[in-house]
């Protein structure tokens, strides 16, 4: 079966400082892999996905930019963080080749606050 | 272009009362429909599908939902509320590409009354 990992599950980070984030998949190969923030008492927004190894599409202007090195690998990242950063972040993924009808399966999340 | 409405921001009922969150889509195709379900500082969990076969769902923890492509609606029901049940609820819309995009509501919480 498919499992579905991030780290850490909370982090406290000061204004200015980077970030990273990684989300891994397990028990599939070339999966379609997403990255979701949701801010507090608000719905989900998608930042990136990725289809394959280094194929990222970024859906809004920010201050984070992904990154797919290996194959079930999905990393968020920020060089200097801005307290509207904070947030629940969320990894997903769906398999590759589905077409959609599957839908999303999403990780833990990470529970971001930048002071 | 895709787009999901979710009626009420917020719903409340009591325990062993029927549950029904609403939810609106818009597509220019034939549309992909989903319920998920979040707890409290966790990820989401698929309630259930539509992907263009039965169009009364049923999914899990007793939910389902029924499509009804006249209404263009896809809501959630319950018979009975469980306690348990208390959490954050998102529709969801997508059809078929490749990369699998999803667009969701902006969320329905659940709230049970004992």
């Known amino acids: 079966s498919q499992t579905i990992h991030q780290w850490p599950a909370t982090l406290v980070q000061p204004v200015g400082s980077p970030l990273s984030l990684e989300c891994t998949v397990e028990?599939?190969?070339?999966?379609?892999l997403y990255w979701y923030r949701q801010a507090a008492g608000r719905g989900l927004q998608l930042l990136f996905y990725?289809?394959?190894?280094?194929?990222i599409s970024s859906e809004v202007p920010q201050n984070l930019s992904a990154s797919r090195p290996q194959d079930r690998q999905f990393i968020l990242s920020s060089k200097k963080l801005l307290l509207s950063d904070s947030g629940f972040y969320l990894c997903?993924?769906?398999?590759?080749?589905?077409?959609?009808?599957?839908?999303?399966?999403f990780g833990p999340g990470t529970r971001l606050t930048v002071l | 272009a895709q787009s999901v409405t979710q009626l009420g921001s917020h719903v409340s009922v009591s325990e062993g009362a029927l549950v029904l969150l609403r939810c609106n889509y818009s597509?220019?195709?034939?549309?992909?429909l989903f319920w998920y379900v979040q707890y409290p500082n966790q990820g989401l969990q698929l309630l259930l599908k539509?992907?263009?076969?039965?169009?009364l769902v049923k999914g899990i923890n007793g939910f389902e939902a029924e499509f009804k492509k006249s209404e263009t609606s896809f809501h959630l029901t319950k018979p009975s509320a469980h306690m348990s049940d208390a959490a954050e609820y998102f529709c969801?819309?997508?059809?078929?590409?490749?990369?699998?995009?999803?667009?969701f509501g902006s969320g329905t919480r659940l709230s049970i009354r004992p």
């Open positions: 990725s289809v394959g190894i280094g194929q």
């Open positions: 597509s220019s195709v034939p549309p992909y």
């Open positions: 997903a993924w769906s398999p590759e080749g589905a077409g959609g009808n599957l839908g999303q399966f």
């Open positions: 028990g599939t190969s070339n999966p379609n």
């Open positions: 969801a819309v997508s059809s078929y590409s490749s990369a699998s995009k999803i667009i």
């Open positions: 539509y992907t263009s076969a039965a169009t």
